[in-house]
């Protein structure tokens, strides 16, 4: 049963560059949620994504959008990169449906540095 | 507004005992979760608490108190191992939807 998976694991990239994350949630969920963690914080909601919409968003500007394919993955586009944009970036996936105590299953992150 | 607190860090010793707090104010709230997250390693799911009282499992406890907006992780019978970030994060219910908010969380030193 393959959890929650993300591509690129690192990704180095300069100002005011574009950059595109991918992730395929936990075989059966149907909702993704993108992460961002500075270092020595705890991760910070993005956006969540169920039935290829966004439904709900977190204190992040408009560089900042995603897509949800009819597969449940998702993509995470930054554009415009800032130095502060440099992160781990989560992606976590979860059951709408599922049961009161079903937990975020995460990935292993992307992390991203901006020069 | 949504605030978590936690502590930033703390240190125990091999085989003791420690608790981490964790103080919330939030709307919607839907449950409260633990998370143990390894230096480069993504959080990893601990407990789970939605009414008031102690969760029980194996080595790790988790109490909630709703009305006072706080909610504890008893770690027991520390092990090396245990050395980690420990994430307070709060569901949070709203139009439909349910997102979990996180502390900065606490780093645990266990000591030999």
């Known amino acids: 049963d393959a959890g929650v998976t993300q591509s690129p694991t690192h990704l180095i990239k300069t100002r005011g560059q574009q950059v595109t994350l991918r992730c395929s949630p936990k075989?059966?969920?149907?909702?993704v949620s993108w992460y961002q963690q500075a270092l020595g914080q705890g991760p910070q909601f993005i956006f969540q994504?169920?039935?290829?919409?966004?439904?709900q968003r977190g204190n992040f500007p408009d560089r900042f959008s995603g897509h949800q394919f009819p597969n449940y993955s998702s993509e995470l586009n930054v554009n415009a990169l800032l130095l502060g944009d440099s992160a781990l970036y989560l992606c976590?996936?979860?059951?709408?449906?599922?049961?009161?105590?079903?937990?975020?299953?995460f990935g292993n992150g992307t992390r991203l540095t901006v020069t | 507004g949504q605030n978590i607190d936690q502590p930033t860090e703390m240190t125990a010793t091999e085989g003791a005992i420690v608790q981490i707090n964790c103080t919330y104010q939030t709307s919607g709230f839907n449950g409260l979760f633990w998370y143990q997250q390894h230096a480069g390693e993504a959080p990893t799911f601990l407990s789970y608490?939605?009414?008031?009282g102690l969760e029980e499992k194996g080595r790790f406890s988790s109490f909630l108190s709703r009305s006072k907006g706080y909610s504890y992780l008893l770690l027991k019978e520390l092990q090396m191992k245990d050395s980690a970030s420990y994430l307070c994060a709060v569901r949070s219910y709203s139009g439909g939807y349910n997102k979990l908010i996180f502390g900065a969380g606490t780093r645990l030193a266990v000591h030999p």
């Open positions: 075989s059966g969920h149907d909702t």
């Open positions: 994504y169920y039935e290829e919409e966004e439904r």
């Open positions: 608490n939605v009414l008031d």
């Open positions: 976590a996936s979860s059951l709408r449906q599922g049961s009161y105590n079903s937990p975020l299953h």
